[in-house]
């Protein structure tokens, strides 16, 4: 994992840090978020650096097989909204619906949760983490990575079911919204309509992420999820 506990009870993040910066906390205390056991610094020539649980470790963050772009893509949204002011969590546990969410924040007294969507799971499963979060009130805020993001011209974007289960709709037309750990951008697909069986036009938008403020980017007006 790219994040940790530090002995001040505060996330560490090896995202970003030089080689000099990582050598330097090597020995210091780390813990888990998620089992609050303790962690290791692993860095070296031929692995990314990240903390490591030791290897007989029952942690449910190690079962969850996390890809390197979820895992940056989250630290990076937490760090973004954390820097703005906002009270936010990275993956806590919303112990009322069994749910551990990527990153959960209040805005004008409200909660959200932003989720992260990297690999392609069962539309169902989308379906389910959804109603759960409005069931609690909520607002679940899906982000896709940008294997999903599928362009075929300058507006047009292919679409299947599973990226059309993420649809917001807002200011009487359709949306989708993505973020690309590479390039730090956040790119949001507005005035979505579609064209043929995949083929929808749209206008793409997209700015790096340190000059988008929440909620300007995300929320114009009142979203709802399609």
């Known amino acids: 994992m790219l994040y940790a506990l530090n002995t001040e009870g505060k996330l560490q993040s090896l995202y970003q840090m030089s080689k000099q910066e990582i050598s330097a906390i090597k020995r210091q205390m780390f813990r888990c978020p998620t089992c609050n056991e303790p962690l290791q610094v692993r860095a070296g020539l031929k692995v990314i650096p990240h903390f490591s649980h030791p290897p007989k470790s029952d942690c449910a963050s190690m079962k969850k097989g996390e890809s390197l772009e979820h895992e ?63 069931k ?22 292919l679409l299947n079911d599973f990226i059309r289960s993420f ?8 949306h989708l919204l993505f973020f690309d750990t590479s390039s730090k951008r956040i790119i949001r697909v507005s005035h979505i309509r579609s064209i043929g ?30």
């Open 72 to 134: 940056t893509g989250k630290w990076a949204l937490y760090e973004w909204l954390f820097e703005q002011g906002y009270e936010v969590h990275l993956e806590p546990y919303i112990e009322e619906i069994q749910q551990r969410a990527d990153v959960l924040m209040k805005h004008n007294g409200k909660k959200l949760a932003l989720e992260y969507q990297c690999s392609t799971i069962p539309i169902r499963e989308v379906r389910k983490r959804t109603a759960a979060y409005k």
């Open 136 to 157: 609690i009130e909520v607002f679940p805020l899906w982000i896709l990575g940008m294997k999903h993001f599928q362009r075929s011209g300058p507006e047009q974007i």
């Open 167 to 174: 649809l917001y709709f807002w200011h009487n037309s359709y």
């Open 197 to 226: 069986m995949r083929q929808n036009y749209g206008s793409i938008h997209s700015i790096p992420i340190s000059e988008a403020l929440f909620p300007n980017f995300f929320f114009q007006t009142t979203l709802q999820i399609h």
